[in-house]
């Protein structure tokens, strides 16, 4: 591995589309307490945009666009975003091997320039891991899904269905389709999505990116498969 790619503290991006499992890979990586890492913690740092906008929403600033459902501006969020990157420890023990995952952050193009720009070299991203989970696949497991809004409980019409059609198992109440996991709304988030996707692919394969950021892409249809193939790529990392 080049030693522009090489440092104790990996700072991964990892990309995926709506419904692709990130969530639940990120979480299966904290809950594992990966032994490649040696912080104090043994755990990844996650720097994900909508956590630290919900830290911050009584901020006088951010606190208006919440209250009227508006957006926060981009300026504000890679303000924020900029700031807590930069708050992590890396230095108290240069000799341990440190995990920093981007999640959501940066999510197009212009987002990757300002962290380019703004953020401190020895935090700029290093590693690209591109979940390709199959968007049919992730259409079909969105449309199929129905949930009992008292509860919460979720139920699918390929593989858990209810044992009444349409209707709660426990209180044979009717169950309902979120807007998010509506067919109109699924195919929109995805080619949101594929659009901002080009472009941070266009962004780190420029020829001054290229030789200093690691690309992977893994297409496994379930989290499970992809959790274990992001592991492997990062012990490995750490083992050379």
């Known amino acids: 591995m ?4 090489k440092s104790n503290t ?49 901020n006088a600033i951010i606190k208006p666009f919440i209250e009227s459902g508006k957006l926060v501006p981009n300026e504000i969020v890679n303000s924020l975003v900029l700031k807590e990157i930069e708050s ?10 440190n995990l920093i995952i981007f999640d959501g952050f940066p999510r197009n193009k212009e ?3 300002f962290l380019k720009e703004n953020l401190s070299a020895k935090k700029q991203i290093n590693m690209i891991i591109e979940i ?15 949930i009992h809004l008292k509860s919460g409980r979720s139920y699918s019409l390929d593989y ?11 209180t044979n109440e009717p169950l309902v389709q979120r807007d998010d996991d509506k067919l109109e709304t699924v195919t929109k988030r995805l080619e949101e999505y594929n659009s ?27 989290s499970d498969i992809n959790f274990t193939k992001i592991n492997e790529i990062l012990e490995n990392y750490f083992k050379n």
């Open 2 to 5: 080049s030693s522009l790619l």
């Open 10 to 58: 990996l700072r991964l991006l990892l990309v995926s589309p709506p419904g692709g499992g990130k969530g639940t890979i990120i979480n299966k990586i904290i809950n594992s307490k990966p032994k490649f890492l040696t912080n104090k913690t043994a755990s990844p740092f996650i720097i994900s945009s909508g956590t630290i906008l919900r830290n911050n929403k009584e």
């Open 88 to 97: 992590i420890d890396i230095d108290s023990d240069p000799k341990a091997n």
């Open 111 to 113: 987002q990757c320039q």
């Open 132 to 146: 390709d989970t199959p968007q049919q696949l992730i259409i079909n497991r969105c449309v199929n899904r129905f």
């Open 160 to 170: 858990n269905p209810p044992k009444v059609p349409m209707r709660d198992d426990v």
């Open 196 to 222: 901002k996707l080009t472009g941070i692919r266009e962004f780190f394969h420029e020829k001054d990116q290229a030789n200093s950021v690691l690309y992977y892409r893994i297409d496994g249809e379930t």
